[in-house]
Each structure stands twice: as structure tokens, then as C-alpha cells.
């Protein structure tokens, strides 16, 4: 029993692992690589801390009801079946309330001055805590299947 129970533990904290995403302006997915992307220079001209919110996938909901229901089924005295669906109930609903924690991350609004024009715009990403963006800051602006923005590099030739 107790095997079991690890195993299901185990199995629902690998899936909800897989289900974090990355919004850092220095991780790129494999399908990105490799393509074009425009680039725009601007200026930084407020910075704000925000929330990303988890986008609810359902795999903790699932993996959690997984888990209360062999959990449940294990540890019921009157019967596997009653303990079985409660701990599935349980399960579920500590399952997506733990997803959605998660992958909760913290953000930055970047609002920003494009350069040569005086079009403001704003975007938001995980802080690449090793070189923050700040007030003032001038930046490159990568667009393509996303956009993110990066501090400009002090000896960049642009």
C-alpha cells in the first residue's frame, strides 16, 4: 500500500514539475531558435512588479485526484469505493490549487520609449534577476513568436 502511495506522490509531483513555464527574456524553446526575430531599440521609462498567474493546465487537478483516490481507496475503513471518490475530490481540488502555485511567477511590467518615435508601449516577463531592468535603461526589444526585452549591452554598436 504504501508503495503505491509513494509511487502516485511521485508520478504527481513529476507532472506538475513539467507544467512550469518560463517567461525569463533569456530562455528561448527549441522552436525559436533559429529564426528571424525584429529587433527595436528603446527606453525604459517605468518599472512595475506584477504577477504572472499560472495558466491552469488541469494537470495538477488530474494528478492530484490521482493521488486521492489510490490514497483515499488505502485508507478508508468502511469501504474503498466512498474513501476512494473523496480522496479523488480532495486530491483534485489540492492538486489545482498547488499547480496554480507553482507556476505563479513574479514579473515586471518594462513600459518603454521605442526610439525614434514617441510610441510608448509596455511589456511583461520574468526580471532576469541577474541584471534587472531599470528606469532609464536602454534596451533591445526582440519580437517574433514572442517578444522580450533585454538590457542593451554598454559596448553594443547599434
Known amino acids: 500500500m504504501q508503495k503505491a502511495v509513494l509511487m502516485a506522490v511521485a508520478l504527481a509531483s513529476l507532472l506538475l514539475a513539467g507544467c512550469a513555464s518560463s517567461y525569463k527574456p533569456n530562455v528561448y524553446q527549441g522552436g525559436q ?12 521609462v517605468e518599472v512595475r512588479e506584477v504577477e504572472i498567474a499560472a495558466q491552469n493546465t488541469g494537470t495538477g487537478a488530474t494528478a492530484g485526484a490521482a493521488v486521492g483516490g489510490v490514497v483515499g481507496a488505502y485508507s ?7 474513501s476512494s471518490i473523496a480522496g479523488a475530490l480532495v486530491g483534485g481540488l489540492v492538486g489545482n490549487v498547488v499547480e496554480k502555485g507553482v507556476n505563479a511567477k513574479k514579473g515586471v511590467e518594462i513600459t518603454y520609449r521605442l526610439e525614434g518615435s514617441n510610441e510608448v508601449m509596455a511589456l511583461v516577463q520574468e526580471q532576469d534577476e541577474a541584471d534587472p531592468i531599470r528606469v532609464g535603461d536602454r534596451i533591445k526589444i ?3 513568436a514572442t517578444t522580450r526585452a533585454t538590457k542593451l549591452a554598454a559596448d553594443a554598436a547599434l
Open 33 to 44: 531558435a533559429q529564426q528571424a526575430m525584429k529587433v527595436k531599440l528603446a527606453t525604459v
Open 142 to 144: 526582440v519580437e517574433g
Open 76 to 82: 478508508g475503513s468502511r469501504g474503498g469505493i466512498v
